[in-house]
């Protein structure tokens, strides 16, 4: 006989009625550089660090200090122009701050010279026009060259340093024709030679000291080497297509030129001199172009820096790494921290530091039931950056059957009804959590129905004496109608609480959001709540924010509590945080849980999946059926609530109370695919 569905693991929604009341003794009010609250943290995991990173840009320039042995990057462009000058030192971008600097500009270049040893930038533009001025970088300020000629104001031209000649070259550019210019330290010279390439502000050059050559690819698909005298187009049995802004080095690994494509292409190429090949690493950065590459010889690497990612980042701060094979990601805007490391969701720190412009997350696209993240540390933590668990929105473009993820300790959002030319049914599937939201059952005709309901946290479970570290709750999955499914609901926001022996300074963002909806063409799924944020320290203090909202700003739906003996936190709270002092009661996650053990005397596997595509169990025949839920750490006399949402409906027997950790439910259901959720409220002593 095949046996009754369950759809997800019951979870526990406590109202928990419980005071919490520390005093702080007089001789603690006064100001002290270590008040007496402790995290907990042994300290056995060291500091957490991530990488530091230059902000995002494209159309910058960058070139590789031999002297030195760093790269530097100077300007480009992020919605106006930049001035700032960064070197990556190690695996971090470290700003310098310079006596003297170049104006901010996009779409210049820059070259090491090795006769000079010192860097060379030239030109670019501006919001008041193109430049032709010169500068030199001598590893700690940049000073303004004065030469008797100069090329015309230009950007985007192509420039190399020529070792053999000990001369940097310049060819073309915008405004800049078919010109070849030559730089000695203290004049540029204009070139005439006989041949030369087309007019180009597309391309890209580098020098090949194997054999004693500038090359030069670009936007016409053409090979052209300078030999010091003359432009020669070089012939090949393969040609890359032509590409609009590639990058080239030599690569010190092969001794050869390695281009990456441009044109929003993902295509890396050699240039052994004769020919070019295509190579097929494993890995590679996004398509993407105005970006740029340098070869850190030290190093025996490759490093791409920024650039215009089309649809994903129109000013990128992922840094890449080439080692004669492959590609590597080093660090950008988005760092993962693995929450799979530790099941217990319990990290023991000594002290906290997120850099500014990363954003921090947890890898929540392939969830499984992460828990609730617990930072705790010894030292100070800072934030300058962001740390986001919030849950996943139901995005269009999420695979097929695949709930949109609750942040960790948050659930999934409900999946939207199958059309009902493949199922005969138009009910979606519940948002999972105490507080999921209520699936769509009836047919969809009007458009702008949003009969997915949004996932709750506050006012669901908690109060403001006692709240437990539990992520949001997941919005309802819309229904269906004949020909398209239904929206998916959005993902709860998860649940972070960040302890410190000492200070918390947020300049920063913790987010801890629910999911928006999606719209399907037939309904819209629900919003997930917003999840749980808790901030423990002697002191908490800072303008950054904090935000627990459900799916958009105008839900704040979520909880936020900060606890310290002195809190100056200034900036904005979604929804506005309760306050109090430290608490030596944990994370004051104190709820029980349930669990669906058994139905029609049919032991359902632990935990059940909720996956309608591979149902748990299958209800074959309507009628009675008794359903056993357990519960652990809930008193007995606690209400029980289930909820089964059917192909055709959604039922919701009467309440019963547990009696020595279970209770029983008899109720009929209509044959076909169910999903059973219980939650139960509760006072703790």
Same mark, same amino acid.
């Given at each position: 006989?095949?046996?009754?569905?369950?759809?997800?693991?019951?979870?526990?929604?406590?109202?928990?009625?419980?005071?919490?009341?520390?005093?702080?003794?007089?001789?603690?009010?006064?100001?002290?550089?270590?008040?007496?609250?402790?995290?907990?943290?042994?300290?056995?995991?060291?500091?957490?660090?991530?990488?530091?990173?230059?902000?995002?840009?494209?159309?910058?320039?960058?070139?590789?200090?031999?002297?030195?042995?760093?790269?530097?990057?100077?300007?480009?462009?992020?919605?106006?122009?930049?001035?700032?000058?960064?070197?990556?030192?190690?695996?971090?971008?470290?700003?310098?701050?310079?006596?003297? =600097? !170049?104006?901010? &500009?996009?779409?210049?270049?820059?070259?090491? %010279?090795? $006769? +000079? #040893?010192? @860097? /060379?930038? *030239?030109?670019?533009?501006?919001?008041?026009?193109?430049?032709?001025?010169?500068?030199?970088?001598?590893?700690?300020?940049?000073?303004?060259?004065?030469?008797?000629? =100069? !090329?015309?104001? &230009?950007?985007?031209?192509?420039?190399?340093? %020529?070792? $053999? +000649? #000990?001369? @940097? /070259?310049? *060819?073309?550019?915008?405004?800049?024709?078919?010109?070849?210019?030559?730089?000695?330290?203290?004049?540029?010279?204009?070139?005439?030679?006989?041949?030369?390439?087309?007019?180009?502000?597309?391309?890209?050059?580098?020098?090949?000291?194997?054999?004693?050559?500038?090359?030069?690819?670009?936007? *016409?698909?053409?090979?052209?080497?300078?030999?010091?005298?003359?432009?020669?187009?070089?012939?090949?049995?393969?040609?890359?297509?032509?590409?609009?802004?590639?990058?080239?080095?030599?690569?010190?690994?092969?001794?050869?030129?390695?281009?990456?494509?441009?044109?929003?292409?993902?295509?890396?190429?050699?240039?052994?001199?004769?020919?070019?090949?295509?190579?097929?690493?494993?890995?590679?950065?996004?398509?993407?172009?105005?970006?740029?590459?340098?070869?850190?010889?030290?190093?025996?690497?490759?490093?791409?820096?920024?650039?215009?990612?089309?649809?994903?980042?129109?000013?990128?701060?992922?840094?890449?790494?080439?080692?004669?094979?492959?590609?590597?990601?080093?660090?950008?805007?988005?760092?993962?921290?693995?929450?799979?490391?530790?099941?217990?969701?319990?990290?023991?720190?000594?002290?906290?530091?997120?850099?500014?412009?990363?954003?921090?997350?947890?890898?929540?696209?392939?969830?499984?039931?992460?828990?609730?993240?617990?930072?705790?540390?010894?030292?100070?933590?800072?934030?300058?950056?962001?740390?986001?668990?919030?849950?996943?929105?139901?995005?269009?473009?999420?695979?097929?059957?695949?709930?949109?993820?609750?942040?960790?300790?948050?659930?999934?959002?409900?999946?939207?009804?199958?059309?009902?030319?493949?199922?005969?049914?138009?009910?979606?599937?519940?948002?999972?959590?105490?507080?999921?939201?209520?699936?769509?059952?009836?047919?969809?005709?009007?458009?702008?129905?949003?009969?997915?309901?949004?996932?709750?946290?506050?006012?669901?479970?908690?109060?403001?004496?006692?709240?437990?570290?539990?992520?949001?709750?997941?919005?309802?999955?819309?229904?269906?109608?004949?020909?398209?499914?239904?929206?998916?609901?959005?993902?709860?926001?998860?649940?972070?609480?960040?302890?410190?022996?000492?200070?918390?300074?947020?300049?920063?963002?913790?987010?801890?959001?629910?999911?928006?909806?999606?719209?399907?063409?037939?309904?819209?799924?629900?919003?997930?709540?917003?999840?749980?944020?808790?901030?423990?320290?002697?002191?908490?203090?800072?303008?950054?924010?904090?935000?627990?909202?459900?799916?958009?700003?105008?839900?704040?739906?979520?909880?936020?509590?900060?606890?310290?003996?002195?809190?100056?936190?200034?900036?904005?709270?979604?929804?506005?945080?309760?306050?109090?002092?430290?608490?030596?009661?944990?994370?004051?996650?104190?709820?029980?849980?349930?669990?669906?053990?058994?139905?029609?005397?049919?032991?359902?596997?632990?935990?059940?999946?909720?996956?309608?595509?591979?149902?748990?169990?299958?209800?074959?025949?309507?009628?009675?059926?008794?359903?056993?839920?357990?519960?652990?750490?809930?008193?007995?006399?606690?209400?029980?609530?289930?909820?089964?949402?059917?192909?055709?409906?959604?039922?919701?027997?009467?309440?019963?109370?547990?009696?020595?950790?279970?209770?029983?439910?008899?109720?009929?259901?209509?044959?076909?695919?169910?999903?059973?959720?219980?939650?139960?409220?509760?006072?703790?002593?």
């Amino acid at each position: 006989m095949k046996t009754p569905s369950i759809r997800s693991l019951a979870r526990v929604a406590p109202p928990l009625a419980l005071t919490l009341t520390l005093l702080l003794p007089a001789s603690l009010r006064a100001i002290d550089p270590d008040l007496p609250f402790s995290s907990g943290s042994t300290g056995a995991d060291g500091p957490l660090t991530f990488r530091e990173i230059a902000p995002g840009r494209n159309s910058h320039g960058m070139a590789y200090d031999a002297v030195r042995q760093e790269t530097v990057l100077f300007g480009g462009y992020n919605g106006s122009g930049m001035a700032d000058t960064w070197v990556l030192s190690g695996n971090n971008w470290v700003r310098r701050l310079p006596a003297t =600097s !170049p104006v901010d &500009r996009w779409g210049h270049r820059m070259v090491f %010279d090795a $006769a +000079r #040893q010192e @860097v /060379v930038l *030239f030109g670019g533009t501006r919001n008041t026009g193109r430049l032709n001025d010169t500068w030199v970088w001598n590893g700690t300020t940049w000073t303004q060259k004065t030469p008797a000629n =100069s !090329p015309s104001p &230009r950007e985007n031209y192509c420039l190399a340093y %020529d070792a $053999a +000649r #000990q001369r @940097v /070259v310049l *060819f073309g550019g915008a405004n800049g024709g078919q010109e070849t210019w030559l730089w000695d330290g203290t004049d540029w010279t204009a070139s005439n030679p006989a041949t030369r390439p087309q007019a180009t502000d597309r391309s890209a050059m580098a020098y090949d000291p194997v054999r004693q050559e500038v090359v030069l690819f670009g936007n *016409f698909g053409q090979t052209w080497i300078w030999d010091g005298n003359n432009w020669t187009q070089r012939g090949s049995f393969n040609v890359p297509s032509a590409k609009s802004w590639p990058t080239l080095i030599f690569d010190g690994t092969s001794n050869t030129i390695l281009m990456f494509s441009g044109s929003n292409q993902q295509q890396s190429w050699s240039w052994n001199g004769t020919d070019w090949t295509q190579l097929t690493p494993p890995n590679s950065p996004n398509p993407r172009q105005y970006h740029a590459m340098v070869w850190d010889a030290s190093r025996q690497l490759g490093v791409m820096f920024g650039g215009d990612i089309p649809s994903v980042d129109n000013y990128a701060a992922d840094t890449w790494l080439w080692n004669g094979t492959d590609w590597s990601w080093l660090s950008g805007k988005i760092q993962n921290f693995n929450v799979r490391s530790r099941p217990n969701g319990i990290w023991n720190f000594t002290s906290i530091n997120i850099p500014v412009g990363v954003t921090v997350r947890f890898g929540i696209e392939t969830n499984l039931a992460l828990p609730p993240i617990r930072w705790l540390a010894t030292e100070d933590v800072v934030i300058n950056g962001a740390v986001d668990v919030s849950g996943q929105f139901a995005a269009n473009d999420l695979p097929p059957g695949q709930p949109a993820r609750g942040g960790p300790g948050g659930f999934d959002g409900g999946l939207g009804g199958i059309r009902f030319s493949s199922s005969a049914s138009y009910v979606g599937q519940p948002g999972r959590g105490p507080g999921g939201g209520d699936p769509g059952t009836a047919q969809q005709t009007n458009p702008n129905l949003r009969d997915g309901k949004p996932g709750e946290y506050n006012g669901t479970y908690g109060n403001v004496f006692l709240q437990p570290l539990l992520g949001g709750s997941g919005g309802g999955g819309g229904a269906s109608n004949n020909d398209w499914d239904g929206g998916r609901g959005g993902g709860g926001g998860g649940a972070i609480m960040i302890a410190s022996s000492r200070d918390i300074t947020l300049n920063g963002v913790i987010r801890a959001n629910g999911g928006e909806y999606q719209w399907s063409n037939a309904s819209y799924g629900g919003r997930g709540s917003g999840g749980a944020i808790l901030l423990r320290a002697d002191r908490v203090t800072g303008p950054g924010s904090l935000e627990a909202y459900g799916g958009n700003q105008n839900n704040p739906n979520g909880r936020i509590r900060v606890e310290a003996y002195a809190r100056t936190l200034t900036g904005g709270q979604n929804p506005p945080a309760v306050v109090g002092l430290p608490s030596a009661n944990g994370d004051l996650n104190q709820a029980g849980s349930l669990s669906i053990v058994s139905v029609k005397g049919v032991n359902v596997l632990q935990p059940p999946t909720g996956n309608l595509l591979t149902p748990d169990v299958v209800f074959t025949d309507a009628g009675p059926v008794n359903i056993v839920v357990n519960g652990t750490g809930i008193p007995n006399g606690t209400p029980v609530q289930l909820r089964i949402t059917t192909a055709t409906s959604v039922i919701q027997p009467a309440p019963q109370n547990l009696a020595n950790g279970a209770v029983t439910f008899n109720v009929t259901v209509p044959k076909g695919l169910g999903t059973l959720q219980a939650t139960a409220q509760y006072s703790q002593p």
